[in-house]
């Protein structure tokens, strides 16, 4: 018997499973954004780790109640520690630079990539630049918090009298020091405050700089001179907002045991109404100018030199 051929049944193929494809592009351009935050983050703290030197020593006169008088202490200092201890805690800044700026630089500028390709524009609203810059800021001194730890008290240690000095010698043995004798925990002293510094840094420094160059575009073009002036509004901004949190942070840091065995701070809030009532109000600014001149200077060579690696690399700005 013929079978007709219109009953005739093709045969069922599978569909092939689909290939596993990575877009080594958008893995590469992603990578390449956290290693352009961390060597702009270290390429600007060799610049100004003098001036931070300079404004934790500041603080932690004006905790002692000691009335500060900028160009004496300068001068003192140079006399006490020569030129090159205002890089005390280099290496630690270094290190605290590699991990830090690369989440908090390089985890925004990927989060506004993707964003921007999401919605197709060039320009992401504020409210959005804000959080990224906000989260990237948080997350990003989390995982640098022991770095940072031993960079304050390599800083504060000749501030201490000489048998509560710690003599780290380098970032290695302050941070297996701690972890030895103090316990792990210790490495994340002062968490709290740091991070709201680190957001309050971020914010003021990576939400604000689109929106300051595409305000300034109609009068400067975007020119060098509106990537520089607009480097130099975010500094000013990131300085007023995280000053305050950088005192309390400082204090907590290099907090140690008094006579009675006690130390002076409980926590933060202790610390911060400690510090009103003491010092007063405006005393969490203490030593703006010189912190202006550190996360100011420090904020425009970091985003001018992120800028200028994102441009020379093709990512994210177009040549």
Sequence with gaps: MSVSPSKVESPKVSPAPPK????????????????????????????V??????????????????KVQYGKLFGDL????????????????????????????GLFLNLCDWAKKQQQTDALPFWQTASFSLGAGA?????????????????????LPADKRRNYTNIANGVARI??????????????PAVLRAMALNFGMLAPYDTCKRFLSPFL????????????????????LCLPFDNIKVKLQKDVPGPDGKKRYKGVINCFTKTLRTEGF????????????????HTMLA????????YILGIGIKK
């Design 20 to 47: 596993c494809q990575f877009d080594f592009q958008k893995i590469k351009n992603t990578v390449l954004n956290m290693l352009i935050g961390s060597f702009a983050g270290v390429g600007a703290v060799t610049v």
């Design 49 to 66: 780790q003098p001036c931070d030197f300079y404004k934790t020593r500041l603080q932690l006169m004006a905790e002692k109640g000691i």
């Design 78 to 105: 140079v006399k006490q520690e020569k030129l090159l201890g205002f890089y005390a805690g280099l290496t630690a800044s270094w290190f605290r630079q590699f991990i830090f700026a690369g989440i908090r630089i």
């Design 139 to 159: 997350i990003g001194i989390i995982c640098a918090m022991p770095p940072d730890v031993v960079m304050i008290r390599m800083m504060a240690d000749k501030d």
């Design 179 to 192: 972890f030895r004798e103090e316990g792990p925990g210790m490495l994340w002293k002062g968490w709290l």
């Design 221 to 240: 073009g975007m020119t060098k001179i509106n990537y520089l002036l607009s480097s130099f509004l975010c500094g000013l901004s990131a300085s007023i």
């Design 282 to 297: 405006f005393s969490f600014w203490t030593g703006l100018p010189i912190f202006w001149v550190f996360v100011g200077n």
């Design 303 to 310: 985003l001018l030199i992120s800028d200028y690696l994102r």
